[in-house]
């Protein structure tokens, strides 16, 4: 009896190529992390080269756009994690809606993200130039930099603010084609609850995008 049932549903183990693609997988978000590891750890040098300016700099950042923004990619990261469960449950249709979800809630993130950059823009603040910012009472900078202030400082906050940021809003986007090839195929039936090693992989690249975020957060939102 195991044997006919092993015959008819295959545990995803015996796939051919289900081990290979997800020590590739792997290995891939392994670059990635070093991607990002390089960049935390020069952030953290001129940190301590700037410390005043970065905190001054830092002021300026909108909390509750960077804490909804949080919110939403956890949510995201739920809403993946399910869709995969449904998948291997043989639920095809709460898995298009769950994958679907998802990639609305990337797209909620980069809306958000848009307003924020443009609201950065409006006051002068640029990547690598941020000339036209004063310091008012709040300790918020915006107009011109008064006389004897480091600018340097505030110019590498906000480099690596648009650097940082906008690389990893390159990974959204990548992780919603991604996602959204995922959810086209399995609408045609292309996985099943013993065939889901995309969207494993997937849900593993979408799972990254989210852990990145959840440091860049604290990060430029919240340590000063």
């Given at each position: 009896?195991?044997?006919?049932?092993?015959?008819?549903?295959?545990?995803?183990?015996?796939?051919?190529?289900?081990?290979?693609?997800?020590?590739?997988?792997?290995?891939?978000?392994?670059?990635?992390?070093?991607?990002f590891?390089?960049?935390?750890?020069?952030?953290?040098?001129?940190?301590?080269?700037?410390?005043?300016?970065?905190?001054?700099?830092?002021?300026?950042?909108?909390?509750?756009?960077?804490?909804?923004?949080?919110?939403?990619?956890?949510?995201?990261?739920?809403?993946?994690?399910?869709?995969?469960?449904?998948?291997?449950?043989?639920?095809?249709?709460?898995?298009n809606?769950?994958?679907?979800?998802?990639?609305?809630?990337?797209?909620?993130?980069?809306?958000?993200?848009?307003?924020?950059?443009?609201?950065?823009?409006?006051h002068?603040?640029?990547p690598?130039?941020?000339d036209?910012?004063?310091?008012?009472?709040?300790?918020?900078?915006?107009?011109?930099?008064p006389?004897?202030?480091?600018?340097?400082?505030?110019?590498?906050?906000?480099?690596?603010?648009?650097?940082?940021?906008?690389?990893?809003?390159?990974?959204?986007?990548?992780g919603?084609?991604?996602?959204?090839?995922?959810?086209?195929?399995?609408?045609?039936?292309?996985?099943?609850?013993?065939?889901?090693?995309?969207?494993?992989?997937?849900?593993?690249?979408?799972h990254?995008?989210?852990?990145?975020?959840?440091?860049?957060?604290?990060?430029?939102?919240?340590?000063?």
């Open positions: 009896m195991e044997g006919t049932l092993r015959d008819r549903h295959p545990v995803h183990e015996e796939l051919g190529g289900y081990e290979g693609s997800k020590l590739a997988m792997w290995l891939f978000l392994a670059t990635e992390l070093l991607l590891g390089v960049l935390f750890a020069a952030f953290a040098i001129f940190h301590g080269m700037y410390a005043a300016e970065f905190k001054l700099a830092h002021n300026t950042l909108d909390k509750m756009m960077g804490g909804i923004n949080t919110i939403v990619l956890i949510c995201s990261s739920l809403s993946v994690a399910l869709a995969l469960d449904a998948v291997q449950r043989g639920k095809r249709s709460r898995a809606w769950l994958l679907l979800l998802t990639i609305l809630l990337a797209g909620v993130f980069l809306v958000v993200k848009y307003f924020e950059y443009t609201g950065k823009f409006a002068g603040i640029f690598g130039r941020a036209q910012i004063v310091i008012d009472a709040k300790n918020h900078i915006y107009g011109p930099v006389v004897g202030m480091q600018q340097a400082g505030i110019n590498v906050f906000f480099s690596f603010y648009f650097l940082m940021t906008g690389v990893h809003g390159l990974h959204v986007i990548i919603m084609t991604v996602l959204g090839i995922v959810l086209y195929k399995n609408m045609n039936g292309r996985y099943s609850h013993w065939y889901y090693t995309p969207v494993e992989n997937g849900a593993l690249y979408w990254l995008v989210d852990l990145i975020w959840i440091y860049l957060f604290p990060l430029f939102y919240l340590v000063s």
